[in-house]
């Protein structure tokens, strides 16, 4: 069976926020697309619960080191897409994080993990645009993944017994994984209300506005489980009433730098449960 987001969490890598990830002034914002600058205390804080609460769920956590000058690598979700049968490398589209994807790749490399594809000049195409859903991926056209690069990995991902479903990002997400997410085998979470018609055929959809630019994004540990951000309030009421079971946790500092919970980690491995 396919890889599947909806699965049970078994693997996964993060990357521990640092200097550069604090370092990023209030002139330098929009070139890194943060929201607003970093409180380093609470930072490490958020994300050292994070680690402990997936790892407590059952995921084996490997933790990498910042690499030096690259204030977005705590998002590593953007810079490879891991499939069952190993890791698709990205072209990342927003320039100043060009530099993450070679890292990623030796890091990968390191844990065994085979590269099976990657994604060439003129495209650039983002892990926060593919969602793997059994024998669907979601794929966002976005500012970050481009006509190019949506070409390119639905031949990646078609290759491995994937129907592609290509998806126009809406303002103001990032990212597809702002708007939705997967969360259980025939299971979304959504903002139903800027998506087109249709493009969820075939799953339940918990329902959601799409007008917040992380309203749709959790970290799936498995079937009817999820991590949300705690101040994302009105997905976690949704998810409650539809009989999800929901880990709150404080990531507001990583929202600040333009991220959800799901940009925070980069799945190896998920199974059973689908």
């Known amino acids: 069976m396919a890889y599947h987001e909806g ?3 078994r693997k996964v890598v993060i990357c521990t926020p640092g200097p550069a990830f604090f370092g990023v002034g209030a002139d330098d914002l929009s070139a890194h697309n943060f929201r607003a600058t970093i409180d380093a205390v609470a930072a490490l804080k958020q994300h ?3 680690q402990e609460t997936l790892a407590a769920c059952g995921a084996e956590v490997t933790v990498l080191e910042e690499p030096s000058g690259q204030p977005n690598a705590v998002f590593v979700q953007d810079v490879a897409v891991g499939t069952a049968s190993g890791f698709i490398r990205m072209r990342m589209g927003l320039p100043t994080r060009q530099g993450e994807v070679s ?3 030796a890091a990968l490399a390191a844990l065994g993990v085979p590269e099976i594809g990657h994604i060439e000049a003129p495209g650039t195409a983002e ?3 593919v969602i793997l859903a059994g024998d669907v991926a979601f794929v966002g056209l976005s500012g970050r993944t481009n006509a190019a690069g949506v070409r390119q990995l639905s031949v990646l991902l078609g290759a491995l ?3 592609v479903r290509v998806i126009p990002v809406p303002a103001p997400a990032l990212h597809l994984g702002g708007v939705m997410s997967v969360i259980g085998p025939h299971q979304i979470v959504a903002g139903t209300d800027v998506l087109p018609e249709g493009v969820l055929a075939g799953f339940e959809v918990v329902e959601l506005s799409g007008r917040d630019f992380i309203g749709g994004n959790v970290i799936t540990l498995g ?3 999820v991590i949300a951000e705690q101040h994302n309030e009105p997905a976690i009421a949704a998810l409650l009433r539809a009989g999800i079971k929901v880990h709150a946790l404080d990531l507001f500092e990583f929202v600040k730098g333009g991220g959800g919970p799901s940009c925070l980690i980069l799945p190896l491995a998920r199974d059973g449960g689908v």
């Open 161 to 163: 017994g994937y129907a």
């Open 127 to 129: 892990g926060g645009d």
């Open 103 to 105: 890292w990623m790749a």
């Open 7 to 9: 699965a049970f969490l």
């Open 223 to 225: 079937p009817a489980e």
């Open 48 to 50: 050292h619960l994070l």
